[in-house]
């Protein structure tokens, strides 16, 4: 009997990157710690962290904090209009 092959999607890899970056394990310890073969592991830091220029995964970081900061402003700008819309309609009645 063949073993199954196991399939994983490119963000779970990222993710086990960022893991194995972030607790400083080394491949052999996420490897036992997730049931992954190592070579796997290994495969997938050479594919997002060693691209000799920023990773993937640090570019996709910054656009989230970009998208974050831009998101709290609007919600902010949002309840100011909200705000104005009420005194106006309160002082029309």
């Known amino acids: 009997m063949g073993d199954i092959r196991q ?3 490119e963000e779970f890899k990222r993710q086990t990157v960022k893991h194995m970056q972030e607790s400083g394990q080394t491949p052999a310890e996420v ?3 997730l049931d992954i073969p190592v ?3 290994r495969a997938w830091r050479k594919q997002f962290a060693n691209t000799g220029e920023k990773s993937q995964l640090f570019v996709d ?3 989230l ?4 900061g ?4 609007l919600q902010e700008e949002n309840e100011i209009l909200k705000k104005a819309m009420h005194f106006f309609t309160k ?3």
């Open 7 to 9: 399939h994983f999607d």
């Open 31 to 33: 490897s036992r710690e």
């Open 39 to 41: 070579s796997s592991i």
């Open 61 to 63: 970081y910054e656009r």
């Open 65 to 68: 904090q970009k998208l974050e």
């Open 70 to 73: 831009m998101n709290r402003e």
């Open 91 to 93: 002082n029309r009645d």
